[in-house]
């Protein structure tokens, strides 16, 4: 056996070198070569012991201990050297002898640093649990869901390319590994060659993510097994609380439109009779808030998306806040999730701009309708541009007017649907926003729609009640898409800003005043 290695001029320690279990003679030469840049000098190894270490009853191993020689022997082992002879070796005992090394505590040590020049090193067999992806839940992983050092080593050399994604580097990341590097062509194309490759080598064993790192808005790849996806299971079934949060938002509906038990919510118990008056106002915001999830399930069944059963909140103030749906899988692109987040918003405007006309055109089907303050119409500038642009001299400030019933329920089905355009946490508008701008945008965006909807919820109580839902329910983060990177095309961008808008329009304040001069202005 022989064994070479480049010496510095001051090296100074214990080599210890395994045998095999062979109790037979054997050769042992040591050469020390010497690197370029080093001084020339000889080490004199002053003793071998060969013992058996104590942890092993099979392992032996030689301690070589390596000592510097005194300077005035220098030019005679020079001399020596170059005639090829060898000089006697000194009393190893006037030296300090280090103790011998284990072996095992050597080749730790040089398992743990062969690969120090390499892009990334491994450290064990598996991948040690990292952060999780954001929006899914960590777990607590075992050895048989963590990816090996094998697939690994296929991952960066076979599955990802020149082509696709060059990697440099690597990091664990919640059972899974987080690839750093170069991406190549356009994300779409290269994450579909990618996921073909990871197809043909694992099958469905791994899942792929092509997302941007918030750190420094680089590409990275993310590769997991899918076993650390699996949904949240409930101890209570959907359907089951499903149902009974519907059960609750009829109630809340029905209350919503009897004027006469606005005052005291309370006393509907005692006058169930009542809530037949509200039958009517109950059906329509129904239907607006039905179309509403329409509009989101068929776009999701379109994309490929799996949604839940919807949870319609309720609410005292307005009859329902809503409905929170989770989606069920992982959403393909930025452009998917833009068509199932906008797709409900713009069912339910539509069909709530609809009748909204029509109760401004329509009389009252009893000739006296609702009875209202025109400063009523100050409360939102969509619904009060549309009462001055139909109405005309008819809306003046400080003058009550007759309209159709109709006009306060559509107006009900647009507040809702605007509640929900809102761009924060997993609304409607949060997910419109992430989609338009990306994860850290739609980020920075929830912040700020959270602060403003606290600011004015000291004025209003729908805005506190909100803010409230959004912070416990709805905050977020979005779920990873399984590629983040790709914009969304012009058309769905434009949908997108629709609806934001749409939404703000309904929420802000109409601000000029109902005079005639007003009207002459237009």
């Not at 094998?150 to 664990?172: C, K, M, W, Y």
């Not at 029905?254 to 005291?264: C, E, F, G, M």
Request: hydrophobic residues 45%; contains cysteine; aromatic residues 10%.
């Amino acid at each position: 056996m022989s064994l070479s290695l480049a010496a510095p001029s001051a090296f100074r320690g214990n080599l210890l070198l395994p045998l095999s279990r062979c109790t037979s003679c054997f050769e042992f030469d040591l050469r020390f070569h010497h690197s370029r840049g080093f001084p020339h000098s000889r080490r004199r190894f002053t003793s071998f012991k060969l013992f058996r270490n104590p942890r092993s009853s099979r392992r032996r191993g030689i301690a070589c201990s390596v000592t510097e020689p005194q300077n005035g022997n220098d030019e005679k082992e020079n001399e020596a050297y170059k005639n090829g002879e060898t000089l006697p070796s000194e009393d190893s005992s006037e030296q300090s002898i280090s103790p011998p090394v284990d072996g095992e505590q050597l080749n730790e040590f040089s398992d743990a640093n062969k690969d120090q020049n390499d892009v990334q090193n491994v450290d064990s067999d598996e991948v040690a649990s990292g952060s999780p992806l954001p929006g899914v839940k960590p777990q607590k992983l075992d050895e048989a869901i963590q990816i090996p050092k094998e697939a690994i080593e296929i991952l960066r050399n076979q599955v990802f390319g020149f082509d696709t994604f060059f990697v440099t580097s690597q990091d664990p990341y919640e059972g899974g590994v987080l690839f750093k590097g170069n991406l190549r062509g356009q994300a779409a194309k290269s994450y579909d060659k990618i996921s073909k490759r990871l197809k043909d080598k694992f099958g469905d064993e791994y899942k792929l993510f092509l997302l941007v790192n918030p750190e420094d808005d680089k590409p990275v790849a993310v590769v997991v097994p899918r076993t650390t996806l699996q949904p949240e299971t409930t101890a209570v079934p959907e359907w089951f609380a499903a149902g009974a949060f519907g059960l609750v938002t009829v109630f809340t509906l029905l209350i919503r439109n009897v004027p006469a038990l606005q005052s005291d919510l309370l006393s509907a118990f005692d006058n169930l009779n009542l809530l037949k008056d509200g039958l009517s106002g109950a059906l329509v915001t129904a239907l607006i808030l039905g179309v509403h999830e329409l509009g989101h399930f068929l776009a999701a069944k379109d994309c490929g998306v799996k949604l839940g059963v919807p949870y319609f909140v309720p609410s005292w103030q307005i009859g329902s806040f809503g409905a929170i749906t989770r989606i069920r899988n992982i959403v393909p692109n930025r452009e998917d999730l833009l068509k199932v987040a906008a797709a409900g918003p713009i069912a339910g405007y539509c069909l709530g701009l609809l009748l909204l006309l029509l109760g401004f055109v329509l009389p009252p089907s009893d000739g006296i309708g609702v009875v209202v303050d025109a400063s009523v119409f100050h409360e939102s500038f969509l619904a009060g541009g549309i009462a001055k642009l139909l109405l005309g001299n008819v809306l003046k400030e400080g003058t009550a007017i007759s309209i159709n019933p109709l006009v306060i329920w559509a107006w009900a089905g647009l507040l809702i649907n605007a509640i929900n355009s809102i761009p924060a946490g997993e609304l409607d508008g949060g997910r419109i926003s992430f989609a338009l701008w990306g994860r850290k945008a739609s980020l920075r965006i929830t912040g700020v729609s959270i602060a403003l909807l606290g600011l004015s919820s000291l004025l209003n109580d729908v805005a506190f009640y909100w803010v409230v839902l959004i912070f416990f329910l709805q905050r977020g983060p979005i779920a990873p898409l399984s590629e983040e990177i790709t914009d969304p095309g012009e058309k769905y961008v434009a949908i997108g800003i629709i609806v934001l808008l749409l939404g703000l329009l309904v929420c802000l304040p109409y601000p000029f005043p109902f005079t005639d001069e007003t009207l002459t202005s237009f």
